[in-house]
C-alpha cells in the first residue's frame, strides 16, 4: 500500500480535522441537551463522543473551540454554570432533526423549538430528555479537561450516567437492545454518516476462553494459501483447538472432498471449497478440509 505521510505539526488543520475524522469513524453521536443558568434550554450534536467505564458508568464528549472564530459553544458553557447534560441517542428516524440542532443558532434560541423535537422531564437532572430518542442517559459532570486554546481544540466533558431510559419497544432477547430495532446513526468523516441496521451490522461471534489457537500455531500450508484472506485465516485462528482426526476423517468422507483431493491441483481445489465454508461460518468443517491438505 502507498501510503500518505502526515506530520501534524505541518499539516493545515483543516486537513488534519477531516483525516482524523475519516480515519476515527464511524463515532457514536452524543445528542447533548443542558439549560443554561436561567432554564433555557439547549440541544446540540456531539460526535467526539464514547463511554469509557461502565462502573462507575462514565461517558465523555468533547465540545471543540469553533475553527472559524475560535470561541467555545453554548454546551460548553451551560456544563460549565450547570454541571449537568442529557445525552440522547441519535437513530434514523431523528437524524435529519439532528442536523438542524447543530447549526449555530444564537444563544438562548431552543433547538428543541428549531426541531420539533419533544423536551420532556428527567428524573434526577434538570435539563429535559428528547422523547423522540429512544435511550437517554441523565449525567452529571465531574470534570472538564481543557486540551487547547486554538480554534479545533478540545474540551473533554466527563459525565457520569445518573440514570438512564431505554425505550421497550428497542429490546430484544433477555432484554438486552437490539441494533436493528434501535437503528442507531453514525457519524463519518464530512457529511457522511452509517445508519447501524440491516446489512450494515456483521456478527461475529469469537470464544475467548480457553484461549484460541493463534495464527502461530495454523499450519504452514495453510498460512501461506493464496485463495484465504486475512479474515479467513482470523476465523481460524480464533478456533479453540486444531480439528481431531475423526473431524478430519469425517470430512474426507465427503463428495465433494474426493472431488477437490481428485483434481490436478487438490491444494487449490480443497482451499476453494473450505473457503466456501468459512464464508458460510461453518469454520470447523473449513478448517478439517483445509487439514486434508495438511496430511497430503
Ligand atoms: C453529527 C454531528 C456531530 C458533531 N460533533 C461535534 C463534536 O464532537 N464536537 C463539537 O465541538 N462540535 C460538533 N458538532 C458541531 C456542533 O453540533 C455545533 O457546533 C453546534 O452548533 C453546537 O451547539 P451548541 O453551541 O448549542 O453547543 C457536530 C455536528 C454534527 C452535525
Avoid at 31 to 56: H, I
Avoid at 120 to 143: F, G, H, Q, T, Y
Amino acid at each position: 500500500m502507498e501510503m500518505l505521510t502526515i506530520d501534524p505539526a505541518t499539516t493545515d488543520h483543516k486537513d488534519l480535522h477531516q483525516y482524523i475524522l475519516g480515519t476515527v469513524a464511524p463515532r457514536p453521536i452524543a445528542f447533548v441537551s443542558t439549560l443554561d443558568e436561567d432554564g433555557r434550554q439547549n440541544l446540540a450534536p456531539y460526535s467526539f463522543f464514547n463511554a469509557f467505564s461502565s462502573n462507575p458508568p462514565i461517558v465523555v464528549f468533547s465540545s471543540n473551540r469553533r475553527s472559524t472564530n475560535n470561541t467555545t459553544k453554548d454546551t460548553l458553557g451551560n456544563i460549565r454554570k450547570t454541571g449537568e447534560c442529557v445525552i440522547n441517542a441519535v437513530t434514523y428516524s431523528i437524524v435529519r432533526q439532528m442536523a438542524v440542532a447543530s447549526v449555530d443558532f444564537p444563544t438562548g434560541v431552543s433547538e428543541f423549538h428549531k426541531t420539533g423535537l419533544t423536551a420532556i422531564a428527567s428524573d434526577l437532572v434538570k435539563p429535559p430528555r428528547v422523547a423522540e430518542s429512544p435511550a437517554n442517559m441523565e449525567c452529571r459532570v465531574k470534570d472538564i479537561i481543557t486540551l487547547g486554546e486554538k480554534g479545533g481544540a478540545g474540551h473533554l466533558i466527563i459525565c457520569e450516567v445518573v440514570r438512564m431510559h431505554i425505550a421497550k419497544n428497542v429490546l430484544g432477547e433477555r432484554n438486552r437492545i437490539d441494533p436493528n430495532k434501535m437503528d442507531l446513526m453514525g457519524r463519518m468523516g464530512r457529511a457522511y454518516y452509517v445508519r447501524c441496521s440491516g446489512q450494515a451490522i456483521h456478527t461475529i461471534v469469537q470464544d475467548y476462553l480457553p484461549v484460541t489457537i493463534g495464527y502461530d500455531n495454523l499450519p504452514h500450508g495453510i498460512k501461506q494459501s493464496s485463495i484465504l484472506t486475512g479474515n479467513d485465516l482470523g476465523k481460524l485462528a480464533g478456533m479453540v483447538d486444531l480439528p481431531t482426526p475423526e473431524e478430519i476423517t469425517f470430512m474426507s468422507q465427503k463428495e465433494e472432498v474426493k472431488v477437490a483431493l481428485s483434481q490436478r491441483n487438490p491444494k487449490t481445489a480443497l482451499h476453494y471449497l473450505a473457503k466456501t465454508y468459512l464464508d458460510r461460518n461453518e469454520v470447523g468443517l473449513g478448517f478439517s478440509i483445509l487439514m486434508l491438505d495438511q496430511l497430503n
